[in-house]
């Protein structure tokens, strides 16, 4: 390995390195102290007590689904 | 010569399908082999829960042995380490399935192995930041966090050779996929009865195909798969509808990356912005949740916003949502008929035979149909069905197919240079792309979810609520129903105010 790939090579672990530590900062400092904020706080405590995961991908993620299958039963009931 | 619209096809990330053929030769083909590794692992589930599920409520035996790490606020280690075990079952299961089909292609068995330890590695990590509370209640899902780590180490020292026999991200996707068929519930289509199929199935396919049509003919966006990605991604349910539609057209990788990003930003403003301007407008609950429903293009946010304004709309968002979620599969499969008879064909030559159609269909789809008309009756005539394929679906596969689905991001991200993307960028036309087709469907879903559930059938739309609202108040029926909150009109005096981040 020259000389220049060496120094090229440290470059990229050190960028690498910075990375992750950036990362590491954002989520055990930065956004915990976001969800203290006063609106953010109201926010995640009326998703927390409806039981409701913002992330879900498809219905079946929302552990709350039996709330919409009840809908669909008193339609199928009508 | 005009260009093909296309055109990356030679180079596509989901690449064309061979002829495939009944053989050995048949059965070692990426589809094929998604299609066994998808349709066995639902098989599998399915009988090790019909003992013990049916006629009981009990839950699906593997539920305690298939997880994700759980949520944490700043210390991400206790939920790490609680996880753990949870976490190596579907370890367990992806290197035996993805192992066995790499044995089937005559490739190695332990190269994979070692790789696919790394991207599993770095999918555990991406659940974990997705689980961090406050950012999972900015609808920021996995995917992201997927791509982001895969990116970091791509771009900067370059992906380790070792990880590289495991980056089978299309073989991912399409498993996943597969799996996701199971809870495409096609009855459930009809759970908000007509002012429902208005909204979502008469919006829904007009959106799609008119920002369709804009990309193509009045922006000219050069790639046709980006654009069907982000109409489909936009219109119909956001991450999940860009994965199934990239893999039926054929998408890049950076494509489905791209446009999932696109729509996990405008995700965040407007889970934000239209529960305010629901309010600001003084529509009803059921209007409002119908709009948001048919808006919002990730499903928990929908949700969240939906109870920003009470359970009423919070309730009509999430069902109007599950039945656009339920439309990816009639997306999935139009998108891959219309690319293979359209897109793909020579544009001097004549239209193609049944055979060439047949030759380039993507055979995954077939299987994530089929899974999905396969549960549904299951799910309507045989007894106890219901039960089943929700404990299945709710205990083991829902689980299973997100770890798919990560791993596969991972796997974009280290695959991926940054320089891919400023492409898409460049001129902002994808961008352009995404609000406008936005702006459509938040006419035409709005204009729509007055005219059903404000005009039309409000009278039945208000029995409907009134029943809701007593079943929420009268919690013994359902274990997980929300806080009770009485449905009620909706104005800035009578709901909690949802400021803006």
């Given at each position: 390995m020259s000389p220049i790939d060496k120094a090229e090579r440290k470059r990229a672990y050190a960028t690498l390195g910075f990375a992750v530590t950036g990362l590491v900062i954002a989520w055990t400092i930065v956004f915990p102290w976001i969800g203290q904020q006063t609106s953010i706080r109201r926010m995640i405590e009326r998703n927390e007590s409806h039981g409701?995961?913002?992330?879900?991908?498809?219905?079946?993620?929302?552990?709350?689904?039996s709330v919409q299958d009840g809908m669909l039963r008193r339609i199928n009931d009508h | 010569m005009p260009q093909h619209p296309n055109d990356a096809a030679a180079s596509n990330d989901f690449p064309p399908t061979p002829e495939v053929s009944i053989s050995a030769r048949g059965l070692r083909h990426e589809d094929i082999l998604a299609i066994l590794i998808g349709g066995g692992v639902l098989v599998l589930a399915l009988i090790c829960g019909w003992a013990s599920i049916l006629g009981t409520?009990?839950?699906?035996?593997w539920k305690p042995y298939f997880g994700k790490p759980g949520g944490w606020v700043s210390n991400p280690i206790p939920a790490l380490t609680k996880s753990l075990p949870a976490i190596l079952m579907p370890f367990v299961l992806s290197i035996v399935a993805f192992g066995a089909a790499q044995k089937l292609q005559g490739k190695c068995v332990k190269r994979f192995a070692v790789g696919f330890v790394g991207v599993f590695v770095l999918a555990a990590i991406a659940f974990l930041m997705s689980s961090q509370e406050t950012v999972k209640h900015f609808n920021l899902e996995f995917a992201l966090w997927a791509l982001l780590l895969g990116l970091m180490i791509s771009n900067t020292i370059g992906t380790p050779n070792w990880m590289?026999?495991?980056?089978l991200t299309e073989l991912f996707v399409k498993s996943g996929l597969v799996i996701l068929g199971a809870e495409?519930?096609?009855?459930?289509?009809?759970?908000?009865?007509l002012p429902g199929i208005f909204v979502a199935w008469l919006v829904t396919p007009v959106v799609l195909i008119s920002t369709y049509w804009f990309g193509q003919r009045?922006?000219?966006?050069?790639?046709a798969s980006l654009n069907m990605v982000i109409s489909a991604d936009m219109s119909v349910c956001g991450v999940s509808a860009a994965i199934a539609t990239a893999a039926s057209c054929k998408a890049k990788k950076e494509e489905l990356s791209f446009a999932i990003g696109l729509s996990l930003i405008f995700t965040v403003i407007m889970m934000v912005a239209l529960p305010i301007a629901v309010k600001a407008m003084g529509l009803s609950s059921t209007v409002g949740g119908a709009w948001i429903g048919g808006t919002i293009d990730s499903t928990g946010a929908v949700v969240a916003a939906g109870a920003a304004l009470d359970s009423v709309a919070e309730e009509t968002a999430a069902t109007v949502k599950m039945i656009q979620n339920i439309l990816i599969g009639v997306t999935a499969f139009g998108v891959a008929v219309y690319w293979v008879t359209?897109?793909?064909?020579?544009?001097?030559?004549d239209r193609p035979q049944i055979s060439e159609i047949w030759k380039r269909f993507p055979k995954f789809v077939l299987g994530f149909v089929g899974v999905s008309i396969v549960a549904t009756l299951i799910s309507q005539y045989v007894d106890g069905g219901e039960d089943l394929i929700s404990a299945t679906v709710n205990g083991a596969t829902t689980t299973i197919r997100s770890w798919f689905f990560c791993v596969a991001f991972v796997c974009i991200g280290l695959q991926t240079?940054?320089?891919?993307?400023a492409q898409y960028l460049r001129g902002g036309k994808p961008v352009l792309l995404y609000v406008c087709g936005q702006s459509l469907n938040l006419v035409l879903t709005l204009a729509m979810s007055y005219l059903m559930?404000?005009?039309?059938f409000a009278e039945s739309v208000e029995k409907l609520s009134q029943e809701q609202a007593t079943e929420i108040t009268a919690p013994a029926s359902i274990d997980?129903?929300?806080?009770p909150i009485a449905p009620q009109p909706i104005s800035p005096a009578a709901t909690e105010p949802v400021e803006p981040q």
């Open positions: 409701i995961d913002p992330t879900a991908m498809f219905y079946t993620d929302l552990e709350n689904m | 409520e009990n839950p699906h035996p590289r026999p495991a980056l495409v519930l096609l009855h459930r289509l009809l759970a908000l009865g009045i922006l000219k966006i050069p790639s359209f897109v793909e064909r020579d544009p001097n030559g240079r940054f320089a891919d993307y559930f404000g005009v039309l997980t129903a929300p806080q």
